[in-house]
């Protein structure tokens, strides 16, 4: 009955892109933060992006985050980051508008959706002048269910390990729906404050749409779509 009623709940797989007005055009930045950090020197680095509610239509189960390599710096690459964490959590901080202080972006919601090493690669496919496609793929190992009617998605990375990948497609641009705050000293991970701009990954969430959960049974809702989801793919 639990995996009828989760199937019920869970509508066609598909994906969010952030920021949507990048989705069939090259962004017009690069960034390597916070996979492909040892080329500037860093050995760990804490990064957290936020994205506008505004690109949701409504709740939506996230299983796997994507990223694309920027055309014009990026390329092919395979490698495993030693030691990665990643948190998904709903923020009151607003696109723009994200404190230094990282404890303050994060949501009452925090969830560890992945922990250890994170293999990524890309074959660095499509247009020669991008967009490239979504081949950088982090398949969360616990979903998370996010309703933007109760705020923005905070991505929050602790890269505890460093490493290099490539640089990914980011957009700079005052206004849009991604913004950031990061490390950048020796501290790392282990600092508590960062430094803020208007840059962002563009990114692409995979999933699917969930109807409001009013009398659903959500309980165990996202391990077993996930599992179906594995089955299928």
Do not use: C, H
């Not at 009828?4 to 949507?20: C, H």
């Not at 250890?116 to 950088?136: N, Q, R």
């Amino acid at each position: 009955m639990a995996a009828v009623l989760a199937l019920g709940a869970v509508q066609a797989w598909g994906n969010v892109i952030v920021a949507s007005a990048e989705t069939n055009v090259e962004g017009n930045s690069n960034n390597g933060f916070p996979f492909n950090i040892a080329n500037l020197g860093l050995s760990s680095e804490r990064y957290q992006q936020v994205y506008s509610s505004s690109e949701f239509s409504g709740p939506f189960l996230i299983t796997d985050i994507e990223f694309r390599p920027d055309a014009f710096t990026g390329s092919a690459f395979s490698s495993t980051l030693p030691n990665i964490q990643i948190d998904l959590s709903t923020t009151t901080a607003a696109v723009d508008g994200l404190s230094s202080t990282f404890a303050s972006n994060v949501g009452a919601n925090d969830t560890m959706v992945f922990s250890g090493p994170l293999t990524l690669s890309s074959s660095f496919t499509g247009p020669a002048a991008g967009p490239k496609t979504f081949d950088i793929v982090i398949v969360l190992q616990t979903p998370f269910l996010y309703n933007p009617a109760l705020g923005n998605l905070l991505l929050d990375v602790r890269n505890f390990g460093g490493g290099s990948t490539t640089q990914f497609d980011a957009e700079n641009t005052l206004g849009d729906s991604v913004s950031r705050v990061f490390t950048q000293t020796a501290n790392g991970v282990g600092s508590l404050t960062g430094t803020t701009d208007t840059f962002g990954l563009i990114t692409s969430f995979s999933g699917a749409p969930v109807p409001e959960p009013g009398t659903l049974a959500l309980v165990g809702l996202a391990a077993t779509v996930l599992a179906w989801r594995r089955r299928k793919s």
